[in-house]
């Protein structure tokens, strides 16, 4: 059977969050996932997700618990945005640092918005803090069995 698209987004700063997706999309890429897209959280129109069934967000926090530039749009877009998001299912890894007030502030909101919204978490949001890597793996291996069996289900 053949997997549906897996759209997966990136919002970043420095380059952390983009590394993160690229391997994500790599390895969905290798488990089979042909329609996997990778793109800028910025090329996403919010409106845009009410089309989509799975899709993945590695997005990082900065100022104080604000999205990275090239995020503000898109965030500014999605809290006013009215959408019925109940066909859409999502995982979210942060990147931040503990020693911010605000850790890992602007996963939180999207979370928070996508559910309000009437989208579904695959698994709960995970916050990584400065060893991400080490974050990405463990969340990696959770996550592709889950939409692995969403898919088979
Ligand atoms: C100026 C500055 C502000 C930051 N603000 C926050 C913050 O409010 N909350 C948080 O959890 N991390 C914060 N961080 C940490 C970054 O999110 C972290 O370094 C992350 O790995 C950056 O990923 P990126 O390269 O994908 O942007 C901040 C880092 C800097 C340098």
Do not use: C
């Amino acid at each position: 059977m053949s997997k549906p698209a897996l759209s997966i987004f990136y919002a970043t700063e420095t380059g952390n969050a983009e590394s993160l997706a690229h391997q994500a999309h790599e390895r969905a890429v290798a488990e089979g996932w042909s329609a996997a897209t990778l793109q800028n959280i910025s090329r996403l129109k919010p409106a845009d997700l009410a089309t989509y069934t799975l899709a993945l967000f590695v997005v990082s926090t900065w100022g104080d618990g604000e999205p990275p530039s090239d995020a503000t749009d898109f965030h500014y877009d999605l809290e006013k945005a009215q959408l019925d998001l109940s066909g859409l299912r999502y995982a979210i890894l942060g990147l931040g640092d503990r020693d911010y007030s605000d850790f890992n502030g602007f996963a939180r909101k999207l979370d928070e918005r996508l559910t309000a919204l009437g989208a579904t978490p695959v698994l709960p949001r995970t916050e990584a803090d400065l060893d991400f890597e080490d974050t990405y793996t463990a969340w990696a291996d959770r996550l592709f069995p889950l939409i692995g069996e969403i898919v088979a289900a």
